[in-house]
Nanobody
Framework: VQLQASGGGLVQAGGSPRLSCAAS????????VGWFRQAPGKEREYVSA????????FYADSVKGRFTISRDNARNTVYLQMNSLKPEDTAVYYC????????????????????WGQGTQVTVSS
């Protein structure tokens, strides 16, 4: 399965873009999907993830209460609704397929996810 993130761009602080992660190749409805972000000079950061059913989610403390992850398995798409954006949210956002026994209670790293596609740049201006 190949994933493609989209929906980024230049946004003012406080803005609310929605990112999409579309799968192609085969269905990803059996897998957890996660969003990571990478700012220049920094490691890829685990931001949010959702299990295959869509009833278990994870959020990093830095985005909790501002971002919402959801999925539509019929459309092979996972979304990340981003609200109240801050300049420190500026990064390239990537989506990836998670491990088969993904848990919301474990802090994964980027190496635990795969099928990365091209990311989408989100730039937040102050």
């Amino acid at each position: 399965v190949q994933l493609q993130a989209s929906g980024g761009g230049l946004v003012q602080a406080g803005g609310s873009p929605r990112l999409s992660c579309a799968a192609s190749g085969r269905t990803f409805s059996d897998y957890a999907v996660g969003w990571f972000r990478q700012a220049p000079g920094k490691e890829r950061e685990y931001v949010s993830a959702i299990n295959w059913r869509g009833d278990s989610t994870f959020y990093a403390d830095s985005v909790k209460g501002r971002f919402t992850i959801s999925r539509d398995n019929a459309r092979n798409t996972v979304y990340l609704q981003m609200n109240s954006l801050k300049p420190e949210d500026t990064a390239v956002y990537y989506c990836g397929v998670g491990p088969s026994l993904w848990s919301r209670n474990y802090r994964y790293s980027a190496t635990d996810f795969g099928s990365w596609g091209q990311g989408t740049q989100v730039t937040v201006s102050s």
